[in-house]
């Protein structure tokens, strides 16, 4: 009996217990150290905390000038949209009149179209600077005399007025007298309310202005005033 009791495993006695922590480890909590995750700055992106990015100063688009380097305003005259029906819904292009002139005496009109309006625009704007004319003026503010002409459907009638008057005439006829430079005018829309045809009248009207200087040279009378 006493073989097998020293034979037999002896049973498994329970491991010990840890030694109890003493009070005062007990009472210090063990310091974590805690990770904070990189703060964003404001609206300009990452930083440091309040930061901001400096966005870099926005630059004016460059103006429209003529080859000799005069610089043009244009006006909008015009925005037509056009929806085409396909399979998938509606296809929109847009087509833009536009008038350019240097507001001494030069003028142009230009047609573009394209699938933006942005787009439409730039290429009336290319097309106005190609095709600028001349128009006599007196003292930089009217026109000489009385004019008028015709275009497809559009007629237009454009009288001088004196200082002060302004430019009384609306649409087109207003659009291209300002590009020009004219203050005082007295204009008048006698036909087709039509934006093209009212603009190209206009500027027909204003290709037939003589001056008093051009009239007197076709004639010979002109001298030259000596300095």
Do not use: W
Not at 10 to 31: G, S, W
Not at 50 to 59: A, D, I, L, N, T
Not at 125 to 132: F, N
Request: with cysteine; proline share 5%.
């Amino acid at each position: 009996m006493s073989e097998n009791k020293e034979n037999t495993p002896a049973e498994a006695k329970p491991a010990a217990a840890a030694a109890p922590a003493t009070p005062a480890a007990a009472a210090t909590p063990v310091a974590k150290t805690e990770e904070r995750p990189q703060q964003r700055g404001g609206r300009g992106g990452q930083g440091g905390r309040g930061g901001r990015k400096e966005r870099p100063p926005r630059q004016a688009p460059a103006k429209p000038t003529t080859e000799d380097g005069v610089e043009l305003i244009e006006k909008v005259v015009f925005i037509n949209r056009c929806a085409k029906v396909v399979k998938g819904g509606r296809r929109f292009s847009f087509s833009a009149l536009l008038v350019s002139g240097t507001l001494e005496g030069r003028v142009g009109v230009g047609f573009g179209k394209a699938n933006e309006v942005a787009e439409c625009i730039r290429k009336a704007s290319l097309d106005s600077r190609r095709q600028l004319h001349k128009i006599a003026l007196v003292d930089g503010r009217t026109i000489p005399h009385d004019t008028y002409a015709e275009h497809g459907g559009g007629k237009v009638l454009l009288k001088p007025a004196v200082e002060g008057t302004g430019v009384i005439a609306g649409g087109g006829v207003r659009a291209v007298c300002e590009a020009v430079g004219i203050k005082d005018v007295l204009g008048k829309s006698l036909g087709s309310n039509n934006h093209a045809n009212v603009v190209k009248a206009t500027i027909e009207a204003l290709k037939m202005l003589r001056s008093r200087e051009q009239v007197l040279k076709a004639r010979g009378l002109y001298k030259e005033k000596a300095l």
